[in-house]
């Protein structure tokens, strides 16, 4: 059973920093990809970032050149370094195991929020 426990949100000023941690249980050969997606008030969830197996990484448009995505095989974590943080980074943030195509397992979330 694969499990995800996500650390690391809070409340932050724009143009600070944060780094999300997602601790992951029962991953096996099977999952191809972690990654970080998010959700604002109203607003569907979307992906921020993703790496492969293969160390592969891929980001949101939105996210590129400020948030970095990197993990720890050994400790089975995913990290996600969120730099130069804006108002509309405000959503709660999932991290995600993928099989194939979409997400298979997601974590409960953790709130970021940044403050003018």
């Known amino acids: 059973q694969v499990q995800l426990v996500e650390s690391g949100g809070g409340l932050v000023q724009a143009g600070g920093s944060l780094r999300l941690s997602c601790a992951a249980s029962?991953?096996?050969?099977?999952?191809?990809?972690m990654g970080w997606y998010r959700q604002a008030p109203g607003k569907q969830r979307e992906f921020v970032a993703h790496?492969?197996?293969?160390?592969?990484?891929t980001y949101a448009d939105s996210v590129k050149g400020r948030f970095t995505i990197s993990r720890d095989i050994a400790k089975n974590m995913v990290y996600l370094q969120m730099n130069s943080l804006k108002p509309e980074d405000t959503a709660v943030y999932y991290c995600?195991?993928?099989?194939?195509?979409?997400?298979?397992?997601w974590g409960q979330g953790t709130q970021v929020t940044v403050s003018l």
């Open positions: 790496i492969t197996s293969g160390g592969t990484t």
């Open positions: 995600a195991a993928t099989r194939s195509r979409r997400p298979d397992y």
């Open positions: 029962g991953i096996d050969f099977s999952i191809n990809a």
